[in-house]
T-cell receptor, first 112, second 116 residues
């Protein structure tokens, strides 16, 4: 089935550690996105990528990093510089401007 | 500048009641797209509808209907005869095509509780 796969679903991180969230899509979409959602809040854009080997900062990029080496993959690294990383992270993709964004199932990150 | 406002933070209804979720948007562009998504407790956002700025015709899909009015910059969502399974957070979103459109803006969401 076509879709967006995020892993892991749940992740616990010790303070000071970097963690990487995986996002893979087989929809042949050019654009990919990472959003952060805090409890009871809306979605905030972290990073996005329109094509391979290119990505742009979103509204809350500090403390995060991404790569886009393959069209299908857009991993997100939450670095130790991110002071409050506990949140729900959603990966998404679409075919281009104005088209429908489709989402993965999300990853819960908790700092312990 | 883009902006999406969902003024209703939470709504609680009893099963079989009709409920309308409000969405007001701001954009300077003449070409844009509006969306509604549903986020059930599992967390994944489920796409419900996409409407372009040139099509103001209202749409009905089963118990769901959408009212798009450019004059008031609103794109409201009505659930008729609500069911417990409709309980979720609903997000309205806006994508401006002329300004790149690659960054879709989401409203803060409306949490809907449907009681049996």
């Amino acid at each position: 089935d076509g879709g967006i796969t995020q892993s892991p679903k749940y992740l616990f991180r010790k303070e000071g550690q970097n963690v990487t969230l995986s996002c893979e899509q087989n929809l042949n979409h050019d654009a990919m996105y990472w959003y952060r959602q805090d409890p009871g809040q809306g979605l905030r854009l972290i990073y996005y990528s329109q094509i391979v080997n290119d990505f742009q900062k979103g509204d809350i990029a500090e403390g995060y990093s991404v790569s886009r080496e393959k069209k299908e993959s857009f991993p997100l690294t939450v670095t130790s510089a991110q002071k409050n990383p506990t949140a729900f992270y959603l990966c998404a993709s679409d075919t281009g401007s104005g088209n429908t964004i489709y989402f993965g199932e999300g990853s819960w990150l908790t700092v312990v | 500048a883009q902006k999406v406002t969902q003024a209703q933070t939470e709504i609680s209804v009893v099963e079989k009641e009709d409920v309308t979720l409000d969405c007001v948007y701001e954009t300077r562009d003449t070409t844009y797209y509006l969306f509604w998504y549903k986020q059930p407790p599992s967390g994944e956002l489920v796409f419900l509808i996409r409407r372009n700025s040139f099509d103001e015709q209202n749409e009905i899909s089963g118990r769901y209907s959408w009212n798009f009015q450019k004059s008031t910059s609103s794109f409201n969502f009505t659930i008729t005869a609500s069911q417990v399974v409709d309980s979720a957070v609903y997000f309205c979103a806006l994508s401006d095509l002329n300004t790149g459109g690659f960054k879709t803006i989401f409203g803060a969401g409306t949490r809907l509780f449907v009681k049996a």
